[in-house]
């Protein structure tokens, strides 16, 4: 059976009425939410869940991965599981997926009698479900999740707000991505109503760095050289500063942005060393310059202003060569 | 002449309607902000200015200091003047300064032919003006300021939001402070709702971090001692260090947040030699731990998750006191 009813027509008009009339009438609810949670997927389900148990529904919550350290404090957060829900449930909502591949499932593994909901605002979704609710302007899932609560009738409690506002504040950079817009902050102010102590969600959220982290950007920091008069500054990091610090290879993220933020600073590379004579290139720009183009070039590939690829040659010369690429770049400007 | 007529009274019931009869009446209107100009206090005066230019008056704008570089962005902040108005302007309004004090300016100073206005959100106000305006409410002037435009009956346009947004974003610490509250995030996107681009106003506000601070960062980070079974974190930056990185002492400010976000700290501390045997101590805490209280026994003071003190002995031996306080308040815990 081919499960999905690919439509594209949904993305300008969201079937959100016949979703909330599935939901109404569907006894059990399972929800799933994407590999390597984050806090727009976990707090997302987490709301929807708890307002279709207001409804009287049975819900089931699951996720392949663990739920991350730091949204083990978002409450109903014990109750994901890494079990898949069986066969009784009819009703499989995913939230903030792409594809079923999200999920690590095939679409072998629904069962063709379940009805499939989609609520992504991911501009790449495939339209998996039978049912797809897909917007990317909203700047996360959060924002469909209100808007759906809103919808179904359910007063939205101090438990639902807490998972709804870390799902927007994590997903739109605490207000700061260009993703976020006047709903946004809408639908937030409709959250605080409910009363919570926001700054204690931000500590739980952003507060849990780990020692060795710092330990990294310390190594990362006495690396740090400029180039182009100021324009590009480049880090790296050994696979002995990793051993040194003790950190995992996944602490070295968010590291470049200490140096993408440095006046004057248009372009900033992180390389780290994974393995002998495989270096990983973060590159971040600010205003213009095109570091996809430049990540390309070297066959990694990502955003305009955030991409990555992977060199197969020694430190020294991989970072001659991406600086050499983007020293060219921005002597070429920005109008070439 | 006393200027002040104060009345508390005017906190519970702000003479809102008074001040715009005031202001609609004014030909010509002076605003001032305070020393060491934020982002509050210059987005704040810039946009009722450039209101009040809209209903034809003549404005004049001052700030004892110069705009700094990250604000110089905003539109209209090359207007504002280190001069002080001459005598002809009879309404002058003073934003986010608890007194006349906060504008380097003695009461003797001000015409008694002149209205004086005072908006301000702390809770500190002196009550200084003809008519005061004060919510301790407000996270930041900017959210009275949108209240006061809308109120004058002037259209927001962009060149006023995008002042009103920095007003906010800055004191609010990106809508992360507890001060922040769903009316902020209302009066926000009422803001946004005229379309600008926020990433670009971020990046002005945030990414123009002078390289000396990072210097400064790590010189900082080589210092880093744990204490207390994980819950004490402390640094130290010395004379010599400041030399070598080039850093000016108050680009030392924040850096005890990168030590107070680790996972298990609640005590941070950032001690600084500011001369020979004279150390100045930043003292944070995350939950519980009451920092003012340990400050005060060093003869310093502040809030209690953030404080300050400066003690005339020499660095190891500071370190070693405040050190040992702290200890001994985390060991006694949060019951006593």
């Given at each position: 059976?081919?499960?999905?009813?690919?439509?594209?027509?949904?993305?300008?008009?969201?079937?959100?009425?016949?979703?909330?009339?599935?939901?109404?009438?569907?006894?059990k609810v399972a929800l799933f939410?994407?590999?390597?949670?984050?806090?727009?997927?976990?707090?997302?389900?987490?709301?929807?869940?708890?307002?279709?148990?207001?409804?009287?529904?049975?819900v089931f919550f699951y996720?392949?991965?663990?739920?991350?350290?730091?949204?083990?404090?978002?409450?109903?957060?014990?109750?994901?599981?890494?079990?898949l829900p069986d066969?009784?449930q009819q009703t499989w909502m995913?939230?903030?997926?792409?594809?079923?591949?999200?999920?690590?499932?095939?679409?072998?593994?629904?069962?063709?009698?379940s009805?499939?909901?989609?609520?992504?605002?991911?501009?790449?979704?495939?339209?998996?479900?039978?049912?797809?609710?897909?917007?990317?302007?909203?700047?996360?899932?959060?924002?469909?999740?209100?808007?759906?609560?809103?919808?179904?009738?359910?007063?939205?409690?101090?438990?639902?707000?807490?998972?709804?506002?870390?799902?927007?504040?994590?997903?739109?950079?605490?207000?700061?991505?260009?993703?976020?817009?006047?709903?946004?902050?809408?639908?937030?102010?409709?959250?605080?109503?409910?009363?919570?102590?926001?700054?204690?969600?931000?500590?739980?959220?952003?507060?849990?760095?780990?020692?060795?982290?710092?330990?990294?950007?310390?190594?990362?920091?006495?690396?740090?050289?400029?180039?182009?008069?100021?324009?590009?500054?480049?880090?790296?990091?050994?696979?002995?500063?990793?051993?040194?610090?003790?950190?995992?290879?996944?602490?070295?993220?968010?590291?470049?942005?200490?140096?993408?933020?440095?006046?004057?600073?248009?372009?900033?590379?992180?390389?780290?060393?994974?393995?002998?004579?495989?270096?990983?290139?973060?590159?971040?720009?600010?205003?213009?310059?095109?570091?996809?183009?430049?990540?390309?070039?070297?066959?990694?590939?990502?955003?305009?202003?955030?991409?990555?690829?992977?060199?197969?040659?020694?430190?020294?010369?991989?970072?001659?060569?991406?600086?050499?690429?983007?020293?060219?770049?921005?002597?070429?400007?920005?109008?070439?």
């Amino acid at each position: 059976m081919i499960r999905a009813r690919k439509n594209p027509m949904n993305n300008e008009n969201p079937p959100v009425d016949e979703i909330i009339e599935v939901l109404r009438k569907a006894p059990k609810v399972a929800l799933f939410s994407h590999v390597s949670p984050d806090g727009d997927c976990i707090g997302s389900i987490l709301a929807i869940g708890l307002a279709l148990e207001k409804m009287g529904k049975e819900v089931f919550f699951y996720n392949p991965d663990p739920v991350p350290d730091n949204l083990r404090f978002l409450p109903a957060a014990s109750r994901i599981s890494q079990e898949l829900p069986d066969s009784s449930q009819q009703t499989w909502m995913f939230v903030d997926c792409t594809d079923f591949q999200r999920v690590n499932l095939a679409a072998s593994q629904i069962s063709s009698e379940s009805t499939v909901l989609n609520l992504d605002h991911h501009i790449s979704n495939q339209f998996f479900g039978d049912l797809n609710w897909v917007d990317p302007q909203a700047c996360a899932c959060g924002e469909l999740a209100v808007t759906l609560i809103n919808k179904l009738g359910i007063e939205i409690e101090r438990d639902m707000a807490i998972n709804l506002y870390t799902a927007i504040v994590t997903d739109s950079g605490c207000f700061q991505y260009s993703n976020t817009t006047a709903q946004t902050h809408r639908l937030t102010a409709e959250l605080l109503d409910t009363g919570f102590d926001l700054s204690r969600i931000h500590h739980n959220l952003y507060d849990q760095k780990p020692l060795a982290q710092l330990k990294l950007l310390q190594c990362a920091l006495d690396s740090l050289e400029i180039y182009a008069e100021g324009q590009l500054a480049v880090m790296t990091l050994s696979l002995e500063d990793f051993q040194k610090s003790g950190a995992a290879q996944e602490l070295s993220e968010g590291l470049v942005n200490h140096i993408r933020s440095l006046a004057g600073v248009e372009a900033a590379i992180l390389l780290k060393e994974v393995g002998p004579q495989e270096i990983k290139g973060g590159l971040r720009s600010n205003l213009w310059l095109n570091v996809n183009e430049i990540a390309a070039r070297f066959g990694g590939g990502g955003h305009q202003r955030a991409a990555g690829c992977t060199l197969r040659i020694p430190m020294v010369e991989a970072k001659q060569a991406i600086t050499n690429a983007i020293e060219e770049a921005l002597r070429l400007g920005r109008d070439h």
